[in-house]
């Protein structure tokens, strides 16, 4: 089987993982740990902010999970060296995804506790009292969840949003060797979608894969047939992300409710292309799709052979069979019939929190020689990582072990 298609292949059974490093999350030794991490675990597509520093950096992570796949086999994972794709996240308006918090620490009272610093997912709010280093947000760890807003009893705490710039992003991204793109949209911005769209669209026969994000609300389901027709015929596959509650999921299992509504919302409509949950997702996610026996079962054991050695009207067949949904006729499930996999975010990156923390102290402990360390050079700690993100990842993927 080739490099290609074992992603789609995921996404076809159902067994779909994808990790959402941030949208506007840089810290590019984060993402970089995350990425050889999640890869090594069986992740199926990693998706990035669309910042070339910040692809470089998942790409570098992927290379180096690819030169560890015989470590990983030893260990008992069952990696056998291929790459997810490489997704970047772009957005065609206001968006949470897309923002950053900010605030002014000379404003802060010197009696404040400082509940945005505990609250904070990313520990991206410092106050450094003894060596006056900095304080404030570290604007690169920062993915703009927003919980530090409430929380502020002076109300100082703002955010700083951005918007794609589709003339200027697009060309820089799909010349960067990203696989797949996912656009972010919300009801009734059909004409920025639109102009997203037109920017993307002279790149698009090269991806595997485009993702269309988009948020509940009234006349969602007609606004998403309306993108299908101006982005249709697509030559790569198609999923609609149901965003539940973004940014959310290591709150606490019940986010991950609001994700599996508007999954079956979504699914009820029978729209082109795959189902795949976010926002609120985390480890009780797959358990309440199976309880509600919303994920597919669905094996592709024709696919168990290299594309090349079939012969062309198969290879036709096959082709269409993974990307546009249409089963041969010896299958009788419709694949899109049920979700095709779960994206994690917040909860795939608290989760490896620990370790990169660690990480990341044995990087400050080295300021005087300049070095930086990376996750592979200390193996305690790669393999930690690993197992944690094995222990999500294994939850979708053990559906599909015979």
């Not at 520093?53 to 570098?60: E, F, T």
């Not at 280093?133 to 703009?144: A, I, N, P, R, T």
């Not at 620990?354 to 930086?372: C, G, H, R, Y």
């Not at 996750?375 to 599909?400: P, T």
Request: hydrophobic letters at 40%.
């Amino acid at each position: 089987m080739t490099d290609l298609f074992v992603p789609l292949q995921s996404l076809k059974q159902g067994d779909w993982f994808k990790l959402i490093c941030g949208a506007s999350f840089q810290h590019l030794p984060a993402v970089r740990s995350l990425t050889l991490a999640y890869t090594l675990a069986g992740a199926d597509c990693i998706d990035v902010a669309a910042d070339p520093a910040v692809i470089a950096a998942a790409q570098s992570g992927l290379q180096a999970a690819k030169s560890l796949a015989k470590d990983a086999q030893k260990r008992g994972f069952d990696y056998k060296g291929n790459l997810p794709f490489l997704m970047v996240s772009l957005n065609d308006g206001e968006d949470p995804h897309f923002r950053k918090a900010e605030f002014n620490p000379h404003e802060c009272p010197t009696d404040c506790p400082k509940p945005c610093e505990r609250i904070c997912p990313a520990q991206a709010i410092v106050f450094d009292s003894i060596k006056k280093d900095f304080s404030g947000v570290v604007s690169e760890k920062c993915y703009g969840c927003g919980r530090c807003i409430p929380v502020c009893p002076y109300g100082i705490i703002y955010t700083a949003s951005y918007v794609t710039t589709p003339g200027a992003i697009a060309p820089l991204v799909m010349s960067t060797g990203v696989d797949a793109v996912e656009i972010h949209t919300q009801v009734g911005r059909l004409a920025e979608f639109e102009r997203l769209w037109q920017a993307i669209s002279p790149w698009a026969d090269k991806l595997k894969l485009l993702a269309i994000s988009c948020p509940d609300g009234e006349g969602m389901i007609d606004y998403l047939r309306a993108l299908y027709d101006r982005i249709a015929p697509l030559k790569g596959a198609l999923i609609w992300q149901t965003d539940g509650r973004p940014m959310s999921g290591d709150i606490g299992d019940g986010t991950t409710i609001a994700a599996v509504k508007l999954g079956q919302k979504v699914l009820a409509a029978k729209l082109p292309g795959y189902v795949q949950l976010a926002g609120g997702t985390n480890k009780y996610t797959v358990a309440k799709l199976k309880a509600m026996e919303l994920l597919n079962d669905f094996r592709l054991p024709i696919l168990d052979f290299r594309l090349e050695e079939a012969n062309p009207q198969s290879k036709i067949r096959l082709e269409k069979f993974v990307t546009e949904g249409n089963p041969p006729d010896n299958f009788s499930q419709n694949p899109k019939s049920k979700i095709s996999g779960v994206a994690y975010g917040s909860y795939a990156r608290v989760l490896l929190s620990p370790i990169l923390e660690q990480l990341e102290n044995k990087e400050v402990s080295n300021t005087i020689m300049k070095a930086t360390v990376r996750l592979e050079e200390d193996e305690i700690l790669l393999w930690q990582a690993v197992e944690l993100a094995h222990s999500l990842v294994s939850q979708i993927k053990s559906q599909q072990e015979r």
